[in-house]
């Protein structure tokens, strides 16, 4: 099963209100009072008044991001982040095998990355996406790491992030579903505590 995002993450309430009055911002719900933007064409353009640009080739460590990130969009980023910080993630995989990048800004500036990991070799903390949500103020709990956490795997695509978003789910939807089947498949006069931890979701 394949896996792509390309997307701004931050606090909620920032980017509720950099994205106010937008024609084609769609916030999705993550946990720990964080959001999803999903980036997409219509999006690009409606902040930069240009349409994006994409990199020739396959992304890499010179090259980390597929969306070039031009800078008039890099410049948004920065003012966002006056307000907290700000992160940009990348990701496709397909097969367990993919890629990932992630950079972040803060008080007005890039702060960290670009990074990119195509191998996985390093310790899962230091994947791309996990280091940028830690910077952003992701807390451990109780899945694998902040990825999983915050809930970066309830959707596989953007069009299933704009569809979560305009729905208005929350992140502990599928749980909440999965929750209502164990229930009903039982019979019990009480609803199961939430399933644990499930892990990778097929994503390194």
Same mark, same amino acid.
Request: aromatic share 6%; no cysteine; proline share 10%.
């Given at each position: 099963?394949?896996y792509?995002?390309?997307?701004?993450?931050?606090?909620?309430?920032?980017?509720?209100e950099?994205t106010?009055?937008?024609?084609?911002?769609?916030?999705?719900?993550?946990?720990?009072?964080?959001?999803?933007?999903?980036?997409?064409?219509?999006?690009v353009?409606?902040l930069?008044?240009?349409l994006?640009?994409?990199?020739?080739?396959e992304?890499?460590?010179g090259?980390?991001?597929?969306?070039?990130?031009?800078?008039?969009?890099?410049?948004?980023?920065a003012?966002w982040?006056?307000? #907290?910080?700000?992160?940009y993630?990348?990701?496709?995989?397909?097969?367990?095998? #993919?890629?990932? $990048?992630?950079?972040v800004?803060?008080?007005?500036?890039? $702060?960290w990355?670009?990074?990119?990991?195509?191998?996985?070799d390093?310790?899962r903390?230091e994947w791309?996406i996990n280091?940028a949500l830690?910077?952003l103020?992701a807390?451990?709990?109780?899945?694998?790491?902040?990825?999983?956490e915050?809930?970066?795997?309830?959707?596989?695509?953007?069009?299933?992030?704009?569809?979560?978003?305009?729905r208005?789910l929350?992140?502990?939807y599928w749980?909440?579903?999965?929750?209502?089947w164990?229930y009903?498949?039982?019979?019990?006069?009480?609803?199961?505590?939430?399933?644990?931890?499930?892990?990778d979701?097929?994503i390194?």
């Open positions: 099963m394949s792509q995002l390309s997307a701004v993450v931050a606090d909620v309430e920032l980017l509720r950099q106010a009055g937008l024609d084609h911002a769609v916030l999705a719900a993550l946990r720990q009072d964080f959001a999803l933007l999903p980036v997409t064409p219509q999006l353009e409606e930069t008044g240009a994006p640009d994409y990199a020739i080739g992304p890499d460590a090259q980390p991001f597929e969306l070039v990130l031009s800078p008039a969009l890099a410049d948004l980023l003012r982040s006056r307000n #907290g910080p700000v992160a993630l990348e990701a496709e995989f397909a097969g367990g095998a #993919g890629r990932q $990048s992630a950079a800004w803060l008080d007005g500036h890039l $702060s990355g670009p990074r990119f990991a195509d191998a996985f390093l310790p903390p791309p280091a830690a910077r103020g807390e451990p709990g109780r899945w694998i790491d902040p990825f999983a915050l809930g970066l795997h309830l959707e596989r695509h953007t069009d299933g992030w704009l569809a979560h978003g305009r208005g929350t992140a502990d749980d909440e579903l999965a929750e209502e164990e009903r498949q039982s019979g019990l006069d009480q609803q199961p505590e939430r399933p644990g931890p499930v892990g979701w097929g390194p």
